[in-house]
């Protein structure tokens, strides 16, 4: 009895301890590095109403919103090379922003992490720039790998991307990121389909589940039900998390990293708030695409600590 005990007692430490150890080292729960992440996004929000702002055009909702993730990204998790960009990206994680239209976002942290000089974010949305408002490849901005902003695209390349890295035994990740309307788009479902059948499984995608698109909330849009029950029935392996909450994107990337090489493509189902961090533009639609004006970026600004350094 008092072997059995023992012996089923070491299995449940082991089923306790493992996973924890493997999924999230403690070094990446360090409090400064947490805090160095979240003065960043402190930043790239000051980049993102600016550039907005400056001409007056763009989408600030969406990319405040997903600032966490993508800062947790470049500046966290993914292995990557900004000063050796190039096209294929072998032997680096690729990324894919499929809602391309939260392009000042992407521009910021791509900027911030040493792709280009900051100082061309002042370029956002005018003529020649190569910050146009949905992100190309024609304009050879490094960081840039796709053509985005027609909805639901994006994981078909990540997909396409994620089995030239097996073809090449390239063991590096690919990482996508959708908006929550764009999953009203058919071809999202047939990618879906696609990559649990061909069981890639070298891929994360991440939908960011704000709840709302640009005409409305999505429930009132076109309501889309269960996503985890959704994405589960077409094969996916779905973890959740609070996009807004710094310490819990990068535990739950790193766990979603574990959930790689499993037969299943992963998905991250990752809650944020529309316009996160300007406590006027959160929780509605209605700055999905429209620039503050002098006042309330003043407004916005304030909120908003410069931590890096105004471009
Ligand atoms: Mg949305």
């Given at each position: 009895m008092v072997k059995t005990f023992t012996f089923e007692f070491r299995i449940f430490i082991k089923k306790m301890t493992i996973p924890e150890a493997q999924t999230l080292p403690k070094a990446d729960l360090r409090m400064p590095q947490i805090a160095e992440l979240e003065k960043t996004c402190s930043q790239v929000r000051r980049d993102i109403v600016r550039m907005v702002h400056a001409v007056n055009s763009g989408h600030p909702g969406g990319s405040l919103g997903c600032t966490e993730f993508l800062t947790a990204l470049y500046f966290s998790v993914m292995k990557h090379e900004p000063k050796k960009f190039?096209?294929?990206?072998?032997g680096e994680d690729l990324f894919f922003l499929s809602n391309g239209h939260i392009s000042p976002v992407f521009y910021s942290v791509l900027a911030r992490s040493g792709?280009?000089?900051?100082?061309?974010?002042?370029?956002?949305?005018?003529?020649?720039?190569?910050?146009?408002g949905h992100p190309t490849t024609h304009e050879g901005?490094?960081?840039?790998?796709v053509a985005s902003g027609s909805l639901g695209q994006g994981m078909s390349v990540a997909i396409g991307a994620a089995l030239a890295k097996k073809l090449n035994k390239d063991s590096c990740l690919v990482y996508s990121l959708h908006g929550d309307g764009e999953l009203q788009e058919g071809q999202i479902w047939e990618a879906a389909m696609y990559a649990a059948a061909n069981k890639v499984d070298n891929i994360i995608s991440t939908v960011d589940v704000n709840g709302q698109q640009i005409d409305g909330s999505t429930d009132q849009v076109l309501p889309m039900g269960d996503l985890t029950a959704k994405w589960t029935a077409f094969g996916w392996d779905v973890l959740t998390m609070n996009g807004n909450d710094m310490n819990d994107v990068i535990k739950t990337i790193k766990t979603a990293q574990t959930h790689t090489g499993k037969g299943r493509p992963v998905m991250i189902l990752m809650k944020t708030g529309m316009g996160h961090g300007v406590d006027f533009m959160m929780?509605?639609?209605?700055?999905?695409g429209v620039a503050p004006n002098d006042e309330q970026l003043a407004k916005a600004l304030a909120q908003l600590p410069e931590t890096l350094g105004d471009y």
């Open positions: 190039s096209i294929d990206g072998i792709y280009f000089d900051v100082k061309e974010l002042a370029t956002f949305r005018k003529l020649n720039s190569r910050l146009q901005l490094p960081g840039v790998r929780g509605s639609h209605k700055w999905h």
